[in-house]
């Protein structure tokens, strides 16, 4: 049985990283889809 | 053979052919950015120097490497603005450029997280390191110059030739872990000796690569689709 854990060690390291990836592209994909709607 | 592949170079035909197939792209990438990341935080077993730091790799890999290679489409892109003046190729430059740029970026970001608990500094003047944030800067200026430059026919000309000057600085971060003592560690993947990873570690990874070379692609396509439309309404 597989067991998921997240990692104990550097977890605000992870955190930051991931976060700040998905955070950036997640915004610029939105951006991308509604840029002409603000533009308009 | 070349005829049936000509009207592809017109931005309207491109848009139009390739266009059913990007929500398909975005959907697979997604998918398999999650996995990745999944396997990456939850399943990868621990590196037995790094601990649990290592699995920044995930991200922070595949983010330099598509820095560069979107540097590199951009510069193809860039050749073919300058000798045949293609606007579908200046679109698609100008839209390779702003994600090149985020990606560059974040690739100092998350390298300079997985440096402090590695290194005990977020930030060093080392080669590898340097040279990056020379590629943030040419993307930086190519950007630049083309929101300052009003005829946007010679904002292409002139972003054109930054692009290629640029070139030369891709060889630089590839090997600048070769050529020089570099704190920063060798190539995992794509270097001059196979890889150095276990299988059971390099799985996600491949996941990633392949996940954001769709997603690249996504960005790149849609920014340019974008861009072209905005153009065609202002043009009407």
């Given at each position: ?25 997640s915004?610029y ?12 | 053979m ?6 592809l ?6 848009y ?18 999650t ?25 922070h ?9 979107t ?29 090149g740029?985020?990606?560059a ?31 943030a ?30 070139v030369?600085?891709l ?24 890889p150095?990873m ?39």
């Amino acid at each position: 049985m597989l067991e998921l854990s997240f990692p104990s060690a550097y977890r605000g390291y992870l955190f930051a990283a991931y976060a700040l990836v998905i955070a950036v592209l997640s915004i610029y994909a939105f951006w991308l889809h509604y840029r002409d709607r603000f533009y308009r | 053979m070349f005829d049936s592949w000509k009207p592809l170079l017109t931005p309207r035909v491109f848009y139009e052919r390739i266009g059913p197939y990007m929500s398909w792209c975005l959907a697979i990438s997604i998918l398999l950015l999650t996995l990745g990341m999944t396997a990456a935080l939850f399943i990868v077993p621990p590196d037995y120097q790094q601990g649990d730091a290592f699995r920044i790799l995930y991200i922070h890999v595949p983010l330099a490497a598509f820095s560069m290679s979107t540097y590199a489409f951009m510069s193809v892109c860039a050749l073919c603005v300058y000798v045949w003046k293609l606007k579908l190729h200046d679109q698609l430059a100008h839209a390779a450029a702003m994600i090149g740029f985020i990606y560059a970026l974040l690739t100092l970001a998350t390298g300079s997280i997985w440096g402090k608990p590695m290194w005990g500094t977020w930030w060093l003047w080392d080669v590898r390191l340097t040279s990056e944030l020379v590629l943030a800067l040419f993307y930086g200026g190519i950007l630049i110059s083309r929101a300052s430059i009003k005829r946007p026919d010679d904002a292409a000309r002139v972003a054109s030739v930054l692009a290629l000057l640029g070139v030369v600085n891709l060889p630089i971060i590839h090997f600048s872990v070769e050529w020089w003592h570099s704190l920063h560690q060798k190539s995992t993947l794509l270097g001059l000796h196979a890889p150095t990873m276990p299988l059971s570690m390099i799985w996600p990874l491949l996941l990633m690569f392949v996940g954001f070379f769709l997603i690249t692609a996504w960005f790149i396509i849609k920014h340019a689709h974008g861009s072209y439309k905005m153009r065609s309404q202002i043009a009407c």
